[in-house]
């Protein structure tokens, strides 16, 4: 393959001389073109060896002199770097650079408020003050200060609408301190000043995602892709929202357009294999999962995604293979978890899946979905007691939550026991009276129980 860098003529005639061990000159340029190619190379003890010697040559030159202290800095001498700045700012009080360098020194050295002033000092007369607001905004969010952040990120945006940079970090702050309606807020401005920003709408989209508006999002997106119809980033979460609108198919289409010729991005994969399943595709799902595992063999989701294919194709002993290597890699997932025990009661297995379900609810006692599954699975096998049981605790580990009361009524009407099914239909009812449809729909059989129809006529009246 050819070769199209070419070594600059100063640096094959600085390593002739060094062989040489002869005088070694050039001009300020020519010794700065060397320095760039070695820091361009990775040569960066070349480099500060080619600085050192470039200011014995030339002394009182400020642009060598900048590069040694940005070449000590690199070598953790900050201290001498600091004290050379100190020498440069006397001869030349007026260089942006020199508070630029001083500035990034001083966030090296985590004292980032001195590196606030520094970069202050830069501001006025930078050539492109929209990035040294952008340096105070990283300083300020080093110190915590995410008020001070997005004002000076805001001051960025100002100067130049299109700097992605300072875009970016909004959007870094907003999710990070969950000020979703402040997010869409702020990019709305930025959009009514930069209307044809692609970046803009596609973080305000973003945004409406985290604030579960996703019809807004999916509007802001399309912009973005008005824009810009190659922006990947907008493809992708174009996608995602059609899935979370129950849109899968279109979905599947969004995410195929955010991949590029080469693209291995597990998780692209991954979330076709997902809209798949949700579609009951569970052919195309699977393929799309095992792809996503060949790229990334540690990605839980994607094995447990296989396991659930599996179930559903009436392959549970395989299922168990997959749903279990899912878990090695992510141990305390309740979801997973209560999957799998779930998955060992349809084998027959029902120590391993109690003994399952019984992990899942160490790993999070509060988890609501996983004491209801629970009780239903020993319910289904005739297990009253055991399943009552499990509900008690329940009770104890989720106070007064609704769903569990009227579980426990269900099981107990269903089991004849009709005194005290009818007194927990009526706690139920008083914690959540619209809980009495989800489980009037997960227990049918209650609608053929004349006890239970009995006490729903009174607490109707």
Known sequence: MEDNFKTPWQVDQYEKLARQKTSIYFDVDDFEEIIDHYLMTGSHKQSLQVANHACVVHPASIPLMLKKAQLLATFNKEDHALE?????????????????????????????EKAIEEYNKAVFGADDPDFVYCNIAIEYENLGNFDKTLEYLDKALMVNPDNDLAIYEAAYCFDLLSLTEEGISFFHRLIDRNPYSTEAWFNLG????????????????????????????????????????????????????SMAGDDMDPMKYYYIGECHEKLEDYHNAKAYYLKSIRLDPELADAWVGVGVCEIENGHPSEAVKHIEKG???????????????STYF??????????????????????????????EALSARQE????????????????????????????????????????FLEEAYLADKGGLNNIMTRFPKLNDNPAFLETLDRLLQ
């Not at 997106?221 to 899935?243: N, P």
């Open 84 to 112: 050379l700045l100190a020498a440069v700012e006397n001869l030349d009080p007026s260089n942006n650079d020199i508070f630029l360098t001083k500035g990034a020194i001083y966030s090296q050295l985590k004292d980032y």
């Open 206 to 257: 973003v945004s409406y995602i985290n604030a579960g508006l996703y019809e807004k999002a999916l509007e802001a997106l399309e912009y973005s892709l008005a824009i810009d119809k190659q922006h990947e980033h907008s493809w992708f979460h174009k996608g995602y929202t059609l899935s979370l609108l129950n849109r899968h198919t279109e979905a599947i289409g969004a995410y195929k357009e």
């Open 327 to 341: 878990l090695s890699l992510d141990p305390d997932n309740v979801n997973y978890l209560s999957l799998l025990a």
């Open 346 to 375: 349809s084998l027959g297995n029902h120590e391993e899946a109690q003994n399952t379900y019984e992990k899942a609810l160490k790993a999070d006692p509060r988890d609501e979905e996983t004491w209801l599954e629970y009780a």
């Open 384 to 423: 009253t007691e055991e399943a009552r049981k499990v509900l008690a605790k329940g009770m104890e580990a989720l106070p007064g939550n609704g769903n569990i009361l009227y579980f426990m009524a269900a099981i107990l009407f269903l089991a004849g026991k009709n005194q005290e099914a009818g007194f």
